[in-house]
């Protein structure tokens, strides 16, 4: 049986990784910058691997770290998706529910901000059963859901591939890629070569995947280019599992609307500074979903 390291030293290395920064990851956690670091230290001499180095003010993750994040990331997601539906609700605490990829890449870092100032907890969930309390929505949709609903958030679809993808360009071509299409993003191929910063692929070879998730997976494992969603993406992103290889991009057709659903003075307080902080209408606009 494999002897676990600590909790608090896995939970402190998975939030730095994901943030890249110390400062933000001892943010979310609640804890001092110094703790946060002792704490990933600790989990290196433990492992005798090098997790993570200091790149300026954010931190970038060695291929060991890179592995490790991976696996931590969903797993600790998962744990607190089981625990969230048994806490209590004392007054002051609210619950998101978002679709999983946003609600990671934008509404939780925006929520990390509201609790550090603000007695108020609000946290978000990604999967709801009946009876469950929901206070606020983000719904994805073309069109304004309903009246009062916010825009707080929109996708780019960008192409992604791994960092070490072998790209033969000549000029402003490309020889002999491997464009991965899921369901969805076949035609989204085409759109996108249309776009004048694409590049023009010189005999590329379409594979098929069986869903956007799987091209994507394809992708972070070197074995071509895939179209993808930015909030699909920043996870991978942020870790370095993937790049971006090219600068044209497009606007997702639909669009993020926090929708409020509880009536609670603490619900409305939270709803409205979410509406304040991403809002996509006033003059300092937030275009996509994790800010690429």
């Known amino acids: 049986m494999v002897r676990l390291p ?3 030293w896995l939970r402190a290395f998975e939030a730095v990784a994901r943030h890249s920064s110390v400062s933000s990851g001892a943010r979310e956690l609640n804890v001092t910058t110094s703790a946060a670091s002792q704490n990933v230290k600790r989990l290196e001499e433990t492992l005798r691997e090098r ?6 003010n954010r931190v970038r993750l060695s291929d060991a770290g890179m592995r490790l994040a991976a696996r931590l990331s969903p797993a600790f997601a998962m744990i607190e998706e089981a625990v969230a539906p048994f806490e209590a609700r004392p007054a002051g605490h609210v619950s998101i529910l978002a679709p999983k990829a946003f609600g990671r890449a934008t ?4 929520l990390a901000e509201l609790n550090a100032a603000s007695p108020l907890r609000a946290w978000v969930t990604f999967e709801s059963r009946p009876g469950d309390p929901v206070d606020i929505e983000i719904v994805r949709a073309v069109a304004q859901p309903v009246s009062d609903a916010v825009e707080v958030g929109r996708d780019r679809i960008l192409v992604v591939c791994a960092p070490d993808y072998p790209l033969r360009r000549d000029g402003d071509a490309v ?3 491997t464009l991965l299409a899921g369901p969805s993003s076949r035609l989204s191929w085409a759109i996108w070569r249309e776009t004048p910063e694409a590049p023009r692929f010189v005999a590329p070879q379409i594979v098929s995947a069986p869903t956007e998730a799987a091209a994507l997976d394809a992708a972070r494992l070197g074995i071509g280019l895939a179209l993808s969603r930015s909030s699909e993406a920043a996870a991978w992103l942020a870790q370095r599992a993937l790049t971006i290889p090219f600068v044209a991009r497009l606007d ?3 669009r993020y609307w926090a929708v409020a659903r509880g009536r609670s003075p603490a619900a409305r307080h939270v709803f409205s500074w979410i509406a304040r902080r991403l809002d996509t209408h006033p003059v300092a606009r937030r275009h996509d979903a994790a800010a690429f």
Do not use: K, Y
């Not at 509404?107 to 925006?110: G, H, M, S």
């Open 6 to 8: 600590p909790l608090t």
């Open 51 to 56: 997790l993570l180095s200091r790149d300026g």
């Open 107 to 110: 509404i939780a870092p925006a």
């Open 175 to 177: 020889e002999g890629a």
């Open 252 to 254: 997702a057709p639909d």
